[in-house]
């Protein structure tokens, strides 16, 4: 931490800041820069590409990390042309910034974008841009069970960002477990770099893939996609149990085994199918949350109905002028959804934003239009999915009363159920209140549905005030505008 | 540091021969006393994992042990104290030569007065 950097925060100007550089990010600052705009690109991330091209770190000199990755030549296509448009001075890469504050009305500039640098995230700097777009995707929901806070138990994500970033495996003898399309991919990745995968378990029924078979149908890149990951897992002799549910993970200092059990039709655990299964690590995943706290804090419409999403028009602005959103922000999709709305995003931007040396092109949708046909064909797609991957309806009554649900404040399933059955708690904030769940560090982020699902209340808005833990000194010398 | 993990799989593949990677040289960093080996570019837990640690936090409340959770800076729960400084995320944090790493305990603030031997 330099002197320089605490005292006087930089300010760096753009006519578009683009917070995250993952696919919708690149594709969004690319469409933009394209016409002109001058984008600053934001990410927390040492290197462009977010968690579906996540780079392995470039002193591991992996020269072959395609071998970790699907559609390699996508990426390659992104990097290539963001090294230009970077060469150029058009677009600025701010790597390791994360943006903990978006504030509107920032001295005379519409808004000014705060971010803590490095990965200690002691010092704060600020973009300055007439245009904000919220491309920051998601992170996994993993749903409480009995032992789910033992090390070794794992988000799948987040063994494959290890994986890829890193290069190293979180163990030898691994089971994949839980409900999603993510859980392919992980269970692929792991094998393939040298984990034995003893199991692969997904509580979906086939049923629900039956029913939706004209969709998948329609989508014929995503069948051969699955059918690839699918090969690699026989190629690899992966045991899969379909229709099952880790109940139990066991362990003192890590986890040693786990039970799986059968599912009915209606989600419950069938009596008498547990079975326990050696292993060091279980990858587990329910599925896939956006971020929206800064979107929430700039005061977008966020639709919480079920899992929140931001709300966007069909040029992918938000409700609020300046702010457009786009990939998982708005919904989980995957990365080829991503790259569309993203697209979509910049060619809207670079005709809305008349910036001081912008001339304002037309807003002409046929710009965008193969873009639109892919967002809705894929949009259709993940819903079918998100119907086909629910977690099991009954999931909660798995939790037990000793099953630590909030694993930041060590928050007991039982104390959350004595909030409700006895303390009258109707809502996730009272339940929050008494208990303090939710309330660590990771600002309820990981155990919200837990949390829910155990209370038996809907999640409801999060109102988180910033999206990083932000240290008191950077508070204090945060100026008020230029 | 309690638990050993991994280092390359059973088939005798390993993520750095999948990727082809022929890293700079390694260099050393101390783990509660301890030499360990570290890749450049590699954050922490990444070191740890290599090294087959996979949990370095003991909680506020029960002291339950903890490790890596989400991999991606979302849960807070692979803090560690790094050359003093605590509750740093290992997921995000990269490894430096010479990096001291200590296992955390509570708000990890408490230990930072004792000696590296404590933690063995
Ligand atoms: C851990 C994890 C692993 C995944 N692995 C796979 C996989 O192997 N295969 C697959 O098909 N899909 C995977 N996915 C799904 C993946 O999210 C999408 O397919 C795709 O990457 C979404 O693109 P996006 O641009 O919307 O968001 P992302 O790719 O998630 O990019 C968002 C970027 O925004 C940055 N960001 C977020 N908030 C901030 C902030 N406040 N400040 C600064 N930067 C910020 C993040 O660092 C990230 O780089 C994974 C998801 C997760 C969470
Ligand atoms: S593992 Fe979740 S923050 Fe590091």
Request: glycine content about 12%.
């Amino acid at each position: 931490m330099t002197t320089s950097s605490t005292t006087t925060p930089t300010m760096t100007r753009a006519d578009l800041a683009v917070i995250g550089a993952g696919p919708a990010g690149l594709a969004a600052a690319l469409t933009a820069a394209d016409r002109g705009v001058r984008v600053v690109l934001l990410d927390a991330g040492a290197q462009a590409g977010g968690q579906f091209y996540r780079q392995p770190a470039a002193g591991l000199g992996a020269r072959r990390p395609q071998a970790l990755h699907h559609a390699w030549g996508t990426w390659e296509a992104l990097r290539d042309r963001v090294a230009t448009h970077v060469a150029a001075g058009r677009i600025t890469h701010l790597a390791d910034r994360h943006v903990w504050f978006v504030e509107p009305e920032f001295g005379e500039f519409r808004f000014g974008v705060h971010a803590l640098l490095g990965p200690d995230q002691q010092a704060s700097e600020t973009v300055t841009a007439d245009g904000v777009l919220l491309a920051t995707g998601g992170y996994e929901k993993v749903l409480p069970f009995p032992g789910w806070t033992l090390p070794g138990v794992v988000a799948a994500g987040g063994a494959q960002a290890m994986l890829k970033g890193g290069l190293v495996l979180p163990g030898r003898t691994v089971v994949v477990a839980g409900t999603g399309p993510l859980l392919m991919p992980v269970a692929a990745g792991l094998a393939a770099a040298g984990a034995e995968v003893v199991a692969y378990v997904e509580s979906v029924r086939p049923a629900g893939f039956v029913r939706h078979a004209a969709t998948l149908a329609a989508h014929p890149g995503k069948v051969v996609e699955a059918a690839g990951y699918a090969a690699q897992l026989l190629r690899h002799k992966v045991p899969v149990l379909v229709r099952h549910a880790v109940v139990a993970a066991h362990g003192t200092d890590r986890v040693e085994a786990v039970t799986v059990a059968a599912l009915d039709t209606a989600g419950r655990v069938r009596p008498g199918t547990e079975r326990r299964i050696a292993c060091d690590t279980l990858a587990v995943g329910h599925g896939m949350l956006a971020h929206t706290d800064l979107a929430e804090s700039l005061g977008c419409t966020i639709d919480d109905t079920g899992d929140p999403f931001v709300v966007t028009d069909a040029e992918q602005r938000t409700d609020v002028d300046g702010v457009w959103a786009a990939g998982e922000a708005t919904g989980i999709g995957g990365a080829v959804l991503a790259l569309a709305e993203g697209e979509i995003a910049g060619y809207s931007i670079a005709a809305r934003l008349k910036g001081v040396h912008l001339q304002g092109v037309e807003a002409r949708p046929a710009d965008w239009a193969a873009a639109a046909r892919t967002r809705s064909r894929l949009r259709h797609f993940s819903a079918a999915l998100a119907t086909a991957y629910a977690p099991p309806a009954h999931w909660a009554e798995q939790v037990t009363d000793d099953t630590v649900v909030c694993r930041c404040e060590e928050v007991p399933a039982g104390a959350i159920r004595t909030a409700t059955a006895e303390l009258g708690a109707t809502d996730l904030r009272t339940v929050k209140l008494l208990t303090r769940a939710g309330m660590g560090w990771c600002q309820g982020r990981i155990c919200a549905p837990g949390v829910s699902g155990v209370a038996g209340c809907p999640p409801g808005p999060a109102k988180r005030p910033f999206a990083r833990p932000v240290p008191l000194e950077v508070l204090a010398r945060e100026p008020e505008g230029p | 540091m309690r638990s050993r993990g991994v280092g390359g799989g059973p088939g005798g593949a390993t993520p750095q021969e999948l990727a082809r990677a022929h890293p700079e040289p390694a260099f050393t960093v101390t783990v509660d006393g301890r030499e360990i080996d570290a890749l450049p570019g590699q954050t922490v837990a990444a070191v740890l994992w290599t090294a087959g640690i996979t949990s370095w936090r003991g909680t506020r409340g029960s002291g339950a042990p903890r490790g890596v959770f989400c991999g991606i800076g979302v849960c807070f729960d692979c803090l560690i104290t790094v050359n003093d400084r605590p509750n740093q995320r290992a997921c995000l944090v990269p490894a430096h030569p010479g990096d001291t790493i200590r296992a955390q305990e509570g708000t990890g603030h408490d230990d930072l007065v004792h000696d590296d031997a404590d933690h063995d």
